[in-house]
Nanobody
Framework: VQLQASGGGLVHTGGSLRLSCVVS????????IGWFRQAPGKEREGVSL????????YYEESVKGRFTLSRDDAKNTVYLQMNSLKPEDTAVYYC?????????????????????WGQGTQVTVSS
């Protein structure tokens, strides 16, 4: 199983980036994919999740209305479209896979249920 995150970069405040998470070795139809981020000196935090099956999406409060998840099952890829970026969005972003039965509405943005992690991609938002 491998998750490959990419698409990070340097943008100005208000800019946009689209992150990709290419998944191999498991099906997006049976695993949910979460996105986490870790800023320097801070703990890793969950920001969004797209569920297996119907592909319903969930967002942490600070990114609601600005970040949008989508999924291309043919490419086994999940995308995180990030708009209206702020300096506080600066972090290394990670994608991770979790079987749907391992998480609840209360645990979806915690790290421990997730079984597989990709390497991170750096997002830097300048003010």
């Amino acid at each position: 199983v491998q998750l490959q995150a990419s698409g990070g970069g340097l943008v100005h405040t208000g800019g946009s980036l689209r992150l990709s998470c290419v998944v191999s070795g498991l099906s997006l139809g049976t695993f949910a994919i979460g996105w986490f981020r870790q800023a320097p000196g801070k703990e890793r935090e969950g920001v969004s999740l797209i569920s297996s099956g119907d592909g319903g999406s969930y967002y942490e409060e600070s990114v609601k209305g600005r970040f949008t998840l989508s999924r291309d099952d043919a490419k086994n890829t999940v995308y995180l479209q990030m708009n209206s970026l702020k300096p506080e969005d600066t972090a290394v972003y990670y994608c991770a896979a979790v079987p749907p039965g391992y998480i609840t509405i209360h645990t979806m943005f915690t790290q421990s249920p997730y079984l597989c992690w990709g390497q991170g991609t750096q997002v830097t938002v300048s003010s």
